[in-house]
């Protein structure tokens, strides 16, 4: 069975700084898609980014961009220039098209001015 | 936005009744996924169907249904609720069909449930 690990309960970043957060994943798939997902303090989930397995090149969305090792087994997020309107939780969610996503359990991200 | 709706925001009722989740998907995505996120916790897929029909089960309780309309909205029922269904419930939707593209799951802004 697929597994999503998201070792950094919380993280915090200075304002304009940048943040890494880190997610690993475990799957005996060829095929899969990687996903980030926000959760800003109204509940509501936000796609972040997302990268498929197939593709060696890293997705980038603006301040987004993701560090994806697919040998490790590992899809890290880069905010870069963090703004006040970043602090949220962040999921990592694994995907095989069409199929359910699996979800990390989350890191907490503060951004101090 | 994503374009995924869900009624009601709120529902507060108390153990032992029965609740009903509404959710209409974007237009033109076929499936409907829900997920169950207990406080800060990660989300655990409940069920999904596709054009109306089941395609897949996950952590479910037997107390759980669901079902998707012709018009593709879909309700999910709670039935003898307990205080640890307290949670809330997001609806994703998709188009959940393979081609040169990736199926990505937009999320309504859920409905939150409170079991007294």
């Known amino acids: 069975a697929q597994t999503v690990t998201q070792s950094q309960p919380e993280m915090s970043v200075q304002e304009a700084e940048t943040v890494t957060l880190s997610c690993t994943y475990d799957?005996?798939?060829?095929?899969?898609?990687l996903f980030w997902y926000k959760q800003p303090p109204s509940r509501q989930m936000i796609l972040v980014i997302r990268?498929?397995?197939?593709?060696?090149q890293n997705a980038t969305e603006n301040r987004f961009s993701v560090n994806f090792q697919k040998a490790a087994k590992s899809f890290s997020l880069k905010i870069s220039d963090s703004q006040l309107g970043d602090a949220a939780m962040y999921f990592c969610?694994?995907?095989?098209?069409?199929?359910?996503?699996?979800f990390g359990t989350g890191t907490r991200l503060q951004v101090f001015p | 936005d994503s374009g995924v709706t869900q009624t009601p925001k709120h529902l507060i009722t108390a153990t032992g009744q029965r609740v009903t989740l509404r959710c209409s998907p974007r237009?033109?995505?076929?499936?409907v996924y829900w997920y169950q996120q207990s406080l800060d916790q990660g989300l655990q897929f409940l069920i999904q169907?596709?054009?109306?029909?089941?395609?897949a089960k996950g952590n479910i309780l037997e107390r759980f249904s669901a079902q998707q309309f012709p018009d593709l909205h879909s309700e999910l029922n709670l039935s003898s609720l307990e205080l640890g269904d307290s949670a809330l419930y997001f609806c994703?939707?998709?188009?959940?069909?393979?081609?040169?593209?990736?199926?990505?799951?937009?999320f309504g802004p859920g409905t939150r449930l409170t079991v007294l």
């Open positions: 994703a939707s998709s188009v959940a069909r393979r081609g040169p593209w990736t199926d990505t799951q937009y």
């Open positions: 799957t005996s798939e060829s095929d899969y898609y």
């Open positions: 990268q498929e397995a197939y593709k060696q």
């Open positions: 969610a694994y995907g095989s098209n069409t199929d359910k996503l699996i």
């Open positions: 237009s033109g995505d076929l499936s």
């Open positions: 169907y596709y054009n109306g029909e089941e395609r």
